[in-house]
DNA sequence: TTGAATGCAAAGGATTTGCAGAGGC
DNA sequence: GCCTCTGCAAATCCTTTGCATTCAA
């Protein structure tokens, strides 16, 4: 499933994200591990949005060198998103993480047809929810959007057998 | 699980929920049962927003009068949402449903401490989305926004236990 | 009458948990 | 060596499905 996406320079950062999750481990008394040595290293190979078993279907199989059980994947990924370096959204019913340490904040279109996520980033966006939550007394700290629709690349090509689409 | 939310003014509409779920049913050939009147029944009685299992406990239990089987609130839901009254959203891995026939678009604040959402209406945004997606040439359908933080209450009672929260 | 809808039971998919053994520190 | 972490298996949660029966039109 390829990524459509631009490419985002990187936010200038103080460490690596192996830097990190060892100051985060070592701030928890938790212990740097083979498997979570492994899984941030196919976490951050590449910059792209993947579910559970998206991972793992990269990562080695049982038996193999470097294999990571099923359970020690999600309890990683809570781990990784709660040391700040992945960032977790649902999609249709599934969790969807993507990198969140040393990239920009930013949103994402959802096309319903080749069902791709465009980034995109709006400092218009960031301020406008400030105004909303601030209008309501709301302590922000963090927001989830997506918007839904048909991207270009779809849109050129022929339409094939319509998808039943939420009404909104 | 009460709600803190404005009283929406609602949109000037053709007819009744029960009208509309008629036209519907009619242009599919499909039949107005009991269940999905009892249904259709319970869920506009009160705008909130509401998962599955919250309207299941408020509709009559097995062997009282008025009982319709889980599987049946289901499928009901989701005919409900392809006729165009109500929304669907997902909010921590779970369906959230509410009233959308009659009412106007709205995002929503989700505070993390009481875990009530808050709606509100912002035209800009829509505007700023239309400005998003048009210059990604991206044919827009609809968006889910969820704006989390600690709403105004729960600002000012005291801290209790403190709550794991997303890094944002 | 006849096909659509219901309820039951059971399956499904994603994620989580209890626990005994393995392994960082 | 102690205490955390892992893998296994099983459980959990929410939702969907197959099928025989019921029922609206």
Redesign the interface.
């Known amino acids: 499933m390829s990524q459509q996406q631009k490419s985002f320079e990187r936010l200038p950062v103080a460490s690596s994200p192996e830097q990190r999750f060892d100051e985060y481990l070592q701030s928890r008394g938790m212990r740097n591990t083979e498997q979570r040595r492994i899984l941030l290293e196919y976490v951050f190979a590449e910059h792209e949005h993947f579910d559970a078993d998206q991972l793992i279907e990269r990562l080695p199989t049982k038996g193999e060198e470097g294999y990571v059980s099923r359970p020690t994947v999600y309890r990683t990924l809570a781990e990784f998103?709660?040391?700040?370096l992945l960032?977790?959204f649902?999609l249709d019913?599934r969790?969807v993480y993507e990198h969140?340490y040393g990239y920009p904040e930013h949103d994402h279109?959802y096309?319903?047809q080749c069902e791709n996520l465009?980034e995109?980033r709006?400092h218009?966006?960031t301020k406008?929810?400030e105004t909303?939550?601030s209008?309501?007394?709301?302590?922000?700290?963090?927001?989830?959007?997506?918007?839904?629709?048909?991207?270009?690349s779809c849109?050129k090509s022929r339409r094939r057998t319509r998808r039943r689409?939420?009404?909104?």
């Open positions: 998103v709660d040391a700040g960032k977790k649902e019913g969790s969140d279109l096309c319903e465009i995109f709006s218009e966006l406008l929810l909303v939550a209008e309501h007394r709301f302590r922000r700290s963090g927001h989830k959007l997506i918007v839904k629709g048909i991207c270009e849109q689409v939420d009404l909104i």
